[in-house]
């Protein structure tokens, strides 16, 4: 049968009236017989009917005529304009109705050639091979000849192997039916929807997605994804829950790398790992082993927390001169403007302390703001200790034990003395101690007899358990915990006079306070084993914290003329060796309240997993003082706010 174009509309025979139309040769598609690019397209009229397609309606202009013959050299190139669809013809419904079962047929045989590893497409390619066989299409405008079109041609990229497309737009289906194939073509020329475009097979195998969820192109851009590096470790059935709330079941059935996209996005989810409820029936949280799965204090546990297994401690030592004012500011004193992070945990030991204790501790509180609770305060007369902690590693504390001592022969006098609080984090024993040992620069003995008298007399650990018991001492309270933190106004001078004193430190020592601390009296007590022994101490490259004239960096200028000493210390201990490693060690140069400088020390310290079965302090902390010290701090900036609302205004109006 021979199809001939008018207007570049595919006429259809039926019965009726006739009329002679001559038509015009279309040129054919290149490159489907090798020996047919001479020959013309046989010219002829014939009768055609339904004469509602001749009228002048539906002609186009001769300047465009046999444009849809042009159309088919390039199937990539967009379709002309169509012409509106006529209304109420049966064939072209029936035509509908054949492209939706096309349409779902193309679909099928698409995906399973996806899941064919032998190639893409190649389903698709069969079925087209299938349906051309003893079908050869003959027409005025293109013939496909038997055996013609293989799977190798439809995955070339030239235009002359995707001539075949418009048959691809068809699904590949059966040519027996003349009467359907006319209609289907008839009806892709003049339909006024949009045109469906040739779906673009790749040339070969898709990259292999990498199956890292750490990879950048997987996980969200997020600021704690470094804190989630241990979901790695994490079994991929524990997310099963969040897989299935995540969205549609259905969608993420077709995605590729399924698993993958519901992991990399689990840190935007939470930070907390998910609870199965098979460790909530297998355990109990209060008691167990080191190694049991599903520990409070447990390796899992601490792992999640710390992934290097170190905490960063913060400690400040400051004899206060027993001032009544407090500095206004004191972020100097615990957040240095030269440090990027906050450190975990807070100890501050103050030395004739100011007569309000309570107003002291919500000025820290204040200061360190909501992130940090305080989790115990002792007072010992004017010698005060307060340790501040993260809010959200509260429940990995013990209970809190502490205790005090006086070195006065008259016990109700109590400036000189020590103060202790222990308690245990995950499983690893602390003990933070300050003091303030007898003053004098010749009461060197003294100092020692106080030392001694601490250490035998603080009586801590009471009833958490010894973590190494074998190592410990019963007449020495340093040797019964891990880590051992001691500080505070030792009172140990430099045994040189104030004039030379002087003269070194006119000098330029930068760094270098080698010379000075020769003659430092604790540094050659501690190398004679006399006190603090086993304790450390990190270089020190500041200038003496004592003694100031309040107000300013002077040396005293009182008759006493006392010399310039390194009376405020930070030292430390540990049962295991590397465990403490110094971060910084310095003085406070911009507190000059005092006739002291404050001494600050970071540092860094190793942590191991413990056992549940040791008393929790079940997130206990001062919570009046917390919230007064919020209350304080949001006061604060209002007032801070407003002043400068104020100062503006003010300004405006001096100006106008």
Not at 37 to 55: A, I, P, Q
Not at 254 to 259: E, H, I, N, R, Y
Request: glycine letters at 8%.
């Amino acid at each position: 049968m021979i199809m001939n174009y008018q207007n570049g509309v595919p006429l259809q025979p039926c019965t009726g009236a006739v009329s002679s139309v001559k038509t015009k040769a279309v040129k054919k598609p290149v490159g489907l017989e090798a020996n047919d690019s001479t020959e013309n397209v046989e010219k002829g009229s014939e009768e055609y009917g339904c004469e509602r397609f001749l009228n002048d309606t539906l002609r186009f202009p001769p300047d465009e005529l046999g444009q849809g013959a042009q159309m088919l050299d390039n199937a990539f190139l967009p379709r002309p304009p169509l012409l509106p669809k006529p209304p109420g013809h049966p064939k072209l419904e029936k035509a509908f109705s054949l492209e939706e079962k096309v349409g779902r047929r193309r679909f099928r045989t698409s995906q399973e050639s996806l899941a064919e590893p032998g190639g893409i497409g190649s389903s698709s390619v069969n079925s087209l091979q299938d349906d051309l066989v003893g079908h050869p299409v003959l027409n005025s405008t293109f013939k496909f000849l038997d055996g013609r079109v293989s799977s190798s041609s439809l995955h070339s990229n030239t235009s002359r192997d995707f001539q075949v497309s418009p048959c691809l737009r068809n699904g590949g289906s059966s040519h027996s039916d003349p009467g359907k194939r006319r209609s289907s073509q008839n009806y892709e020329q003049i339909k006024p929807s949009k045109t469906k475009l040739s779906p673009l097979q790749p040339t070969g195998p898709l990259p292999a997605m990498e199956l890292n969820i750490a990879s950048p192109a997987l996980r969200t851009a997020n600021r704690i994804d470094q804190d989630c590096m241990d979901y790695g470790v994490i079994p991929k059935s524990v997310f099963g829950r969040q897989h299935s709330n995540l969205t549609d079941g259905r969608l993420l059935d077709s995605m590729v790398s399924d698993t993958c996209s519901t992991n990399s996005m689990k840190s935007s989810l939470s930070v907390l790992n998910p609870i199965r409820s098979k460790d909530v029936r297998n355990r109990s949280f209060l008691e167990g082993s080191l190694l049991g799965h599903g520990a409070l204090l447990g390796a899992e546990e601490l792992d999640r927390c710390f992934p290097e297994r170190s905490i960063g401690i913060y400690i400040a030592t400051w004899n206060m001169q027993g001032k009544k004012e407090l500095p206004h500011n004191l972020d100097d004193l615990l957040l240095p403007p030269d440090a990027d992070f906050a450190q975990d945990i807070y100890i501050i030991g103050v030395q004739e302390g100011c007569p309000d204790r309570r107003e002291w501790e919500i000025r820290l509180q204040e200061t360190l703001g909501p992130y940090y609770v305080m989790l115990d305060g002792v007072a010992h007369g004017v010698l005060y200790l307060s340790v501040f902690i993260r809010r959200d590693l509260i429940w990995f504390c013990s209970e809190v034990e502490h205790t005090t001592v006086t070195t006065r022969i008259v016990s109700q006098i109590k400036t000189k003395g020590a103060v202790g609080i222990g308690f245990t984090f995950f499983g690893t024993s602390f003990i933070f101690i300050t003091s303030h040992f007898t003053s004098g620069k010749t009461k060197v003995y003294e100092r020692i007899l106080d030392y001694n008298k601490i250490i035998e007399a603080l009586t801590l650990p009471k009833i958490l358990p010894d973590t190494n018991p074998y190592r410990s001492n019963s007449s020495d309270v340093t040797t019964r915990f891990d880590e051992v933190f001691w500080f505070g106004d030792f009172n140990f001078r430099l045994n040189m006079d104030r004039i030379g004193v002087d003269q070194i430190l006119k000098q330029d020592l930068s760094s270098d306070m080698s010379r000075l601390l020769q003659y430092d009296q604790l540094s050659k007590e501690m190398k004679d084993g006399s006190v603090f022994q086993g304790f450390k101490e990190a270089p020190i490259q500041f200038p003496p914290t004592y003694k100031f004239d309040v107000g300013c960096d002077i040396y005293d200028t009182t008759t006493k003329q006392r010399t310039p000493s390194y009376t405020d210390r930070v030292l430390y201990k540990s049962r295991h060796k590397g465990d403490i490693k110094v971060v910084k060690y310095t003085c406070c140069s911009t507190i000059k309240s005092s006739d002291h400088r404050p001494v600050l020390g970071v540092f860094q310290v190793k942590v191991r997993p413990g056992r549940d079965n040791i008393p929790l302090g079940a997130g206990q902390f001062d919570r009046e003082l917390y919230l007064e010290g919020i209350r304080r701090r949001i006061t604060r900036e209002l007032q801070r706010k407003q002043a400068l609302k104020n100062q503006k205004n003010s300004t405006v109006c001096a100006i106008s």
